[in-house]
């Protein structure tokens, strides 16, 4: 008899911890789970997902801000017990070379690897043990991809089963196979291109811009929070006369409209800027704000993406050594070691104004879904405040602005034209790689805008 486990787990009170089930396998037969074995529990041990459900919700696995919640419903019906059967053998049986297994936020980009292979299997005969076992059909495969991320993921399944023992995947794979990936991955890996390095230039634009905005809002915030607060608690302030009439009320005791709700508050200078003109419009300006705030957190730390989303309200410290203030941003990770570790980031003091933003805009929001100030993350989603369409709070999970959306990003208030890529920018970027042929890719020519991104 063997016992795997799938080494996640949320915090309990008193230092236990909630964990999925173990995996026993008994004799040396393959044998797919129990539908009723428990693949992720809350944080009070009680299961939310079992191996039956179509969808595995592991957010009280991951970082704050994960996405974690596995969508089999997407898949056909006749490969879905396969395509969990995977997920479930990176989960339990893969060692990952750190102290863990997958995170639950890598086996959602799994999950595209997994619904690309029921997508070239539906309406055939062909399954996913074919794909990975049979030479013609593995190469079919892997040749008809248009995107290097889904070979990726392809190779690297192919790989974990390739190395675990057929009785306990169910996976038989031959070292022809294997070669035909060798081959592959050899040819790409050559015209593989590294994410480039943002030319300084355009880099100290950008951070001057994201300084400039969260500035101004800065200046505000006090303004801002009294505003929001008093739209909260009441719901005609700032709203068109057909909405207050729709709430009962009459002309002549219509509360005040939006242009004069902010008139009052001393925000008509900075909205009117901006050109936020309603009440979901200051919400969607807000959350813009909020991603401008967790660049130049990121650009000041360093830190990954998914890090920057997993702080709480809390994490900026500053301390004396040798009478020098030092600031630290305080706190998650999961890279290297697989589960959540308590980690600071050394900044600058120059993310105080857009820290303090965005503390205070999620401060707002936390208290309206009921939850404690250390609890609230720094970037919770502002969809949780109830001024127009709003969402609920499941009393688990706490979304954040994932920042996934292009229409909620801080670009679409900063002046794009600064980022056009100049003949010294080229000249830069030829400096750091002279062997890549710059001018051939069309992103990166004269007067192209430089596409950002958080890797």
């Keep these: 008899m063997k016992i795997f486990s799938a080494n996640y787990y949320s915090e309990i009170a ?5 964990r999925p ?3 026993v396998q008994e004799g040396k037969s393959f044998v797919f789970p129990d539908f009723d074995f428990v693949i992720s529990r809350n944080k009070s041990g009680d299961a939310i997902s079992t191996f039956k459900n179509d969808t595995w919700d592991l957010r009280p696995y991951g970082l704050t801000g994960s996405q974690g919640r596995l969508m089999f419903a997407n898949v056909s019906k006749e490969n879905r017990l396969d395509a969990k059967w995977v997920i479930f053998i990176l989960m339990y049986f893969s060692d990952s070379g750190r102290a863990s297994v997958l995170s639950a936020n890598t086996l959602v980009g799994y999950m595209k690897l997994v619904r690309d292979l029921d997508s070239f299997c539906s309406g055939s005969s062909v399954g996913f043990r074919d794909v990975f076992a049979q030479q013609h059909i593995l190469r079919e495969y892997i040749f008809s991809r248009k995107h290097r991320y889904i070979v990726d993921r392809f190779i690297s399944v192919f790989r974990k089963l390739y190395c675990l023992p057929s009785n306990l995947t169910g ?15 050899f040819r790409i890996d050559k015209s593989s291109l590294q994410f480039p390095v943002i030319p300084p230039r355009i880099l100290s634009e950008l951070i001057d811009s994201l300084e400039e905005i969260v500035g101004y809002v800065h200046d505000d915030i006090d303004r801002i929070k009294e505003f929001l607060i008093a739209i909260l608690e009441n719901e005609n302030l700032g709203r068109c006369k057909a909405y207050q009439r729709q709430k009962g009320l009459s002309a002549g005791n219509f509360e005040p409209h939006f242009d004069k709700a902010i008139e009052l508050y001393g925000l008509s200078n900075l909205l009117d800027t901006y050109e936020v003109d309603n009440i979901p419009a200051c919400r969607s300006f807000l959350s813009k704000i909020q991603h401008g705030c967790a660049l130049i957190l990121l650009i000041y730390s360093g830190k990954r993406r998914s890090e920057m989303l997993s702080l709480k309200v809390d994490s900026l410290k500053e301390s004396l050594v040798n009478g020098k203030k030092i600031y630290k941003l305080h706190g998650v990770t999961r890279k290297l070691v697989g589960q959540s570790k308590s980690v600071s980031w050394i900044t600058s003091k120059d993310i105080k104004k857009a820290y303090e933003v965005a503390k ?3 401060l707002i929001a936390g208290k309206e879904i009921g939850l404690k100030e250390k609890e609230t993350p720094l970037f919770i989603s502002l969809a949780y405040l109830p001024i127009c369409s709003s969402i609920g709070y499941d009393g688990i999970n706490v979304n954040v602005n994932s920042f996934t959306n292009k229409v909620m990003e801080v670009f679409e208030l900063i002046d794009l034209d600064k980022f056009s890529i100049s003949y010294d920018d080229v000249k830069f970027l030829d400096k750091i790689d002279p062997f890549r042929a710059w001018g051939e890719e069309e992103k990166f020519a004269l007067d192209a805008r430089w596409r950002f991104s958080t890797h």
């Design 14 to 18: 008193d230092g236990e911890c909630s």
């Design 171 to 185: 996976y038989l794979l031959n070292e022809k196979c294997n070669n035909i990936l060798d081959k592959f991955r």
């Design 360 to 362: 205070s805009l999620a």
């Design 21 to 23: 089930d173990a995996f």
